[in-house]
Nanobody, 115 residues
Framework: QVLVVESGGGLVQPGGSLRLSCAASGSIFSIYVMNWYRQAPGKQRELVATIFPTHSTNYADSVKGRFTISRDNAKNTVYLQLDSLKPEDTAIYYC?????????WGQGTQVTVSS
């Protein structure tokens, strides 16, 4: 079992920034594929960003150039830097650790972008 815990959400004005953190348990964190998802009210959950063990990354088109995913294997932590936030970025953000074909999810952290 892998425990995943997100933090860092909050209320921010349009154009502002937040940094989300996701800590995952386990001694082999460096081989986890780490994903950030989000789910807005009334919408399906969408994949926002992925970081692989090689540190290569993928992003949804809607966040490219604004969000940055990174990882610190020494701290078993992955980060999502959210810049130039828009009201449509408002959602619950979830972190998931993928090990082979299994996904381990956190409880989510709320991000609200509003003036």
């Amino acid at each position: 079992q892998v425990l995943v815990v997100e933090s860092g959400g909050g209320l921010v004005q349009p154009g502002g920034s937040l940094r989300l953190s996701c800590a995952a348990s386990g001694s082999i964190f460096s081989i986890y594929v780490m994903n950030w998802y989000r789910q807005a009210p009334g919408k399906q959950r969408e994949l926002v960003a992925t970081i692989f063990p090689t540190h290569s990354t993928n992003y949804a088109d809607s966040v490219k150039g604004r969000f940055t995913i990174s990882r610190d294997n020494a701290k078993n932590t992955v980060y999502l830097q959210l810049d130039s936030l828009k009201p449509e970025d408002t959602a619950i953000y979830y972190c998931a650790a993928r090990i082979n074909t299994l996904d381990y999810w956190g409880q989510g952290t709320q991000v609200t972008v509003s003036s």
